[in-house]
């Protein structure tokens, strides 16, 4: 397929990678569920601000796509969500999929809408003592360096389970994240619990030398 490169994801088609696609989920409703009643059923912390939550105090929590599906939709041509949705069974297996969701504060995740992952110059934070910091006119965000490595597998994991495109800057970036951030054993818990729930595994988690070989 013909490198692009760029900050805005335009694909004319989707290339199968190892593509062996999430097939124990079926769509995003039934993902939310299970996200909520088995993959942080005793609860956790947020992926930008590190806030910790019970399974009986989840107000003001909602579940971040980290590869946003508005890339996922270009890439497939399928139109809008709501019609990807309709149209396109794949998009909901993609969509479903537990590698790349994660619990996020409701008004962090908004913020962060589809805008790229990079560094921001400055440490102006408009969420309180969260470490996240967005630059609207440039349409990037900042996340926190102790999860960096967790977001950047599992941007490549999508792209090599979905042949999802990630432009040459920005894996540049991701993958100094990785090796900046190596996986830790909650990371390589929640690795095993998704594989229980929908039956595959990031094998960036399992082995990140694997970064090295990804080309953009």
Sequence with gaps: MKKLYGFILVCAAVTA??????????????ARQIFWSKLY????????????????????LNIEHVFPMSWAT?????GRRKECRERNPRFNRIEADLHNLFPSRRVVNAARASFRFGEIEGERRDFG?????????LRV??????????????MFYMQDE??????????NRLVD??????????????NDRIEKLQGTRNKFVDRPGLADEIRF
């Design 17 to 30: 990678s190892s593509e062996a696609d999430q097939a124990g989920i079926k769509d995003y409703e039934q």
């Design 41 to 60: 059923a005793h609860g956790g912390e947020t992926l930008y601000c590190g806030m910790p939550f019970d399974d009986r105090n989840r107000y003001g």
């Design 74 to 78: 270009n890439t497939l041509r399928c």
């Design 129 to 137: 003592s969260c470490d996240f910091e967005i630059d609207e006119r």
């Design 141 to 154: 965000i900042e996340p926190r360096p102790a999860v960096r490595g967790d977001i950047a597998r599992a």
């Design 162 to 171: 979905y042949g999802l495109v990630i432009f040459r800057r920005l894996g």
């Design 177 to 190: 994240w990785h090796r900046s951030d190596p996986p830790d054993a909650e990371e390589r818990r929640r």
